[in-house]
């Protein structure tokens, strides 16, 4: 059974930093990404990662605070955040697929992505 677990999350002042993990039970998939959901809002694309680890992709609006990384050997994706701002509020959730894709932007589609964690919520105050 295929199982993703996020961790890491937590309140932070803005500013600060938090790095989130993600556990996956295998580690055959060919992409992981990370995606966030605010109250209120649909699910955003925030960053992704390809099992080589070498091609990383990220949303603007994360570009330059946050870093996306992978450990094979612990079957583990990071998503590390800085210079946190409230608007990064959100639960932040792991996926992954096994197929691979081509074309533009298809590592920012939920669509893309069979496997989902649970989330881990993100908050950051003023």
């Known amino acids: 059974q295929v199982q993703l677990v996020e961790s890491g999350g937590g309140l932070v002042q803005a500013g600060g930093s938090l790095r989130l993990s993600c556990a996956a039970s295998?580690?055959?998939?060919?992409?992981m990404g990370w995606f966030r959901q605010a109250p209120g809002k649909e699910r955003e694309f925030v960053a992704a990662?390809?099992?080589?680890?070498?091609?990383?992709y990220y949303a603007d609006s994360v570009k330059g605070r946050g870093t996306i990384s992978r450990d094979n050997a612990k079957n583990t994706v990071y998503l590390q955040m800085s210079t946190l701002k409230p608007e990064d509020t959100a639960v932040y959730y792991c996926?992954?697929?096994?197929?691979?894709?081509?074309?533009?932007?298809?590592?920012?589609?939920?669509?893309?992505?069979?496997?989902w964690g649970q989330g881990t919520q993100v908050t950051v105050s003023p």
């Open positions: 996926a992954a697929t096994y197929t691979r894709y081509s074309g533009d932007d298809y590592y920012s589609l939920p669509a893309t992505y069979e496997y």
């Open positions: 295998v580690r055959t998939f060919t992409i």
């Open positions: 990662i390809t099992r080589s680890g070498g091609d990383r």
